[in-house]
């Protein structure tokens, strides 16, 4: 089996560069906890610390960027074209599709034979872009999200009219793209890992089999908040998997040390596992 990670160690390594100092003081971020403008109850809340850190990996781009509906987009081919097409809507983190570790991720789920569209919908403005001293990470999700809302509709139209409505869609989110993910209403399948933004009414309105990939330590999705979701999954008689991995915190599944095995096996052992659950149901 072709290993996620298997070129990774081999690879220079870095410390993404910490925003911590940038985001809200803790009391902030817990109150963002408690209910969505909407009055809805917060599960998966606003990035922390642990969402703007991590191993940064260094690759070669196997896809190539393109524009969907006016959004740049990272497009990851399968080594062969089948019959039927499969097609994976990917939403990444806040570090955009195309920082290596997420393209990285995104080439080897086309290697497994998927056709994978990364959008960006920072519009070339992700995190990383932002490492000075006073900047205002509020703002900066604000104006993301805004533009998230306005371009997701749009672009996956856009990628059904250009592989068509006999293709089978699936939907990932990490972290900032998980509501994406949980939202799309097109695919037989979706899943995510370390969510933010995510309010109850996400699991009440599932729309297709969800699989959960979850840390151990995560402060924007508790091991309490995940219990709620599995209660109100289980009460919606939902289709699902969850699978939580010990040793690690929020970002394993994209970002994990290549140094450390647990966290090796975990991001792998998560990746190998979205593409098994979204073969097995693209095959019914």
Same mark, same amino acid.
């Given at each position: ?8 160690a081999l ?7 910490s925003l911590a ?13 408690t209910?969505?403008?909407d009055?809805n ?7 922390g610390p642990d969402?703007?850190t991590?191993?940064?990996y260094?690759?070669v781009m196997?896809?190539?960027n393109?524009?969907?509906?006016d959004?740049?987009t990272y497009?990851a081919?399968?080594?062969v074209?089948?019959?039927e097409?499969?097609v994976?809507f ?9 920082l290596?570790?997420?393209f ?5 789920f086309?290697?497994q034979?998927?056709?994978?569209l ?7 403005d992700?995190?990383q872009?932002?490492?000075e ?9 604000a ?13 996956k139209?856009?990628?059904i009219e +250009?592989?068509?409505e006999d293709?089978?869609? !699936? %939907? ?5 793209g998980?509501s994406?993910?949980?939202? $799309? #209403? ?28 979850l840390a +151990? ?6 091991? !309490? %908040?995940?219990r ?8 919606e008689? $939902? #289709?699902?998997h969850l699978?939580?991995?010990s ?6 599944a ?12 975990a991001k ?6 979205v ?5 097995r149901?693209?095959?019914?």
């Amino acid at each position: 089996m072709l290993k996620l990670i298997s070129t990774y160690a081999l690879l220079a390594l870095s410390l993404l560069p910490s925003l911590a100092s940038a985001l809200p003081a803790a009391d902030d971020h817990a109150s963002h906890a408690t209910t969505a403008s909407d009055g809805n109850t917060w599960l998966a809340t606003s990035i922390g610390p642990d969402c703007i850190t991590g191993a940064r990996y260094h690759g070669v781009m196997q896809g190539k960027n393109i524009t969907i509906a006016d959004v740049p987009t990272y497009y990851a081919e399968p080594p062969v074209d089948a019959a039927e097409k499969k097609v994976i809507f990917f939403f990444s983190d806040v570090y955009g599709p195309f920082l290596d570790n997420n393209f990285m991720l995104q080439d080897w789920f086309a290697s497994q034979g998927f056709h994978v569209l990364g959008i960006d919908y920072f519009f070339g403005d992700p995190i990383q872009n932002h490492p000075e001293p006073g900047f205002n990470i509020t703002a900066w999700l604000a104006k993301s999200q805004r533009q998230a809302a306005e371009a997701v509709p749009k672009w996956k139209a856009a990628v059904i009219e +250009e592989f068509g409505e006999d293709a089978k869609y !699936a %939907a990932v989110g990490y972290c900032f793209g998980a509501s994406y993910a949980m939202e $799309a #209403t097109e695919v037989v399948a979706s899943a995510f890992a370390h969510p933010a933004f995510l309010t109850e009414n996400h699991f009440r309105n599932v729309q297709s089999p969800l699989l959960l990939s979850l840390a +151990e330590t995560d402060s924007t999705f508790s091991t !309490a %908040a995940s219990r709620r979701a599995m209660d109100i999954l289980m009460e919606e008689r $939902a #289709t699902y998997h969850l699978q939580q991995f010990s040793g690690v915190q929020h970002g394993f599944a994209t970002r994990a040390d290549p140094n450390d095995a647990n966290a090796v096996w975990a991001k792998e052992e998560s990746g190998r596992s979205v593409i098994g659950w979204f073969t097995r149901f693209m095959a019914q």
